[in-house]
């Protein structure tokens, strides 16, 4: 049988195993198209007597010349290519083309690949969205570390409505000193004064102090959570944050008349 390419008009002989191969997609050998060789696949012509010259391959293209005679069986095409059988007659003025070359078959990709590619996409997009849990959870750590990249943070905080905390290393600060005493104008209130100490070279998140009243066995009497606006002053504000390698006087006033307390424990930390 013969096969013409629909893309240059080559002609080449094709045999049934090579149809079958691969369900008759073929590649030409001269212009590497892909194409169906049954749909343009008419029968060779006899070898011997006056054979009659083909039908064109296209409309208007000029008529394939008779293949030579004896030209063997092609076997497989892709492997070991037989002389072409026909070849487009060049028109006038164009130079000859050149010899045609192998027909090579189409080999889709394996059930295996395509799932291995399937996989590495698949594992491709977790590592993304894992990636982008992870800086959304440091983001504060990330501006922190690179402050470059705090404006986009920004933006992107903006338009997912949260915000780029302060860092909250609890290890890095400290009470320097601390006092309870009761309130000389009012003995059923009792006053808390410490001062506390950010040891770190950058700003951070205020921490929370938890205030425990003891008795003479040291046994907990009451508990108490003051919040950054609880010993914050008046007009303070805590997005600021707690300025580097700075010390924050605290004075709160807790009414305590029916605890009779005589010792305190006071410890910062952040919830």
């Known amino acids: 049988m013969i096969t013409a390419c629909p893309v240059c008009r080559t002609a080449f002989r094709i045999t049934e195993e090579q149809l079958a191969a691969r369900e008759g997609m073929v590649r030409c050998g001269r ?119 705090r404006p986009r943070l920004a933006e992107l905080c903006a338009d997912l409505a949260c915000d780029i905390p302060l860092p909250r290393r609890a290890a890095l600060f400290s009470i320097e000193s601390s006092d309870l005493q009761t309130d000389p104008a009012n003995p059923n209130v009792i006053v808390l004064t410490a001062t506390l100490r950010n040891r770190a070279a950058f700003p951070q998140s205020h921490p929370s102090l938890e205030l425990t009243l003891t008795n003479s066995q040291d046994q907990p009497l009451a508990r108490r959570v003051l919040g950054a606006r609880d010993y914050l002053g008046p007009g303070a504000s805590a997005e600021a944050g707690f300025a580097a390698n700075s010390e924050l006087p605290v004075k709160v006033y807790m009414e305590a008349s029916s605890i009779k307390a005589t010792g305190y424990r006071l410890y910062l930390f952040f919830p």
């Open 31 to 149: 212009c590497a198209a892909v194409f169906d060789a049954r749909e343009t696949m008419k029968p060779a012509e006899p070898e011997s007597g006056d054979r009659p010259r083909f039908a064109p391959a296209f409309a208007g293209s000029e008529p394939i010349p008779p293949a030579p005679p004896a030209v063997p069986d092609a076997g497989d095409a892709w492997l070991n290519p037989a002389p072409a059988a026909l070849a487009p007659t060049p028109e006038a003025g164009q130079p000859a083309p050149q010899a045609a070359r192998e027909i090579e078959p189409v080999f889709p990709a394996s059930p295996r690949a395509r799932s291995r590619a399937g996989w590495v996409a698949a594992s491709t997009l977790l590592v993304i969205a894992l990636t982008a849990q992870l800086a959304f959870h440091y983001r504060g750590e990330i501006a922190l570390l690179f402050p470059q990249m």
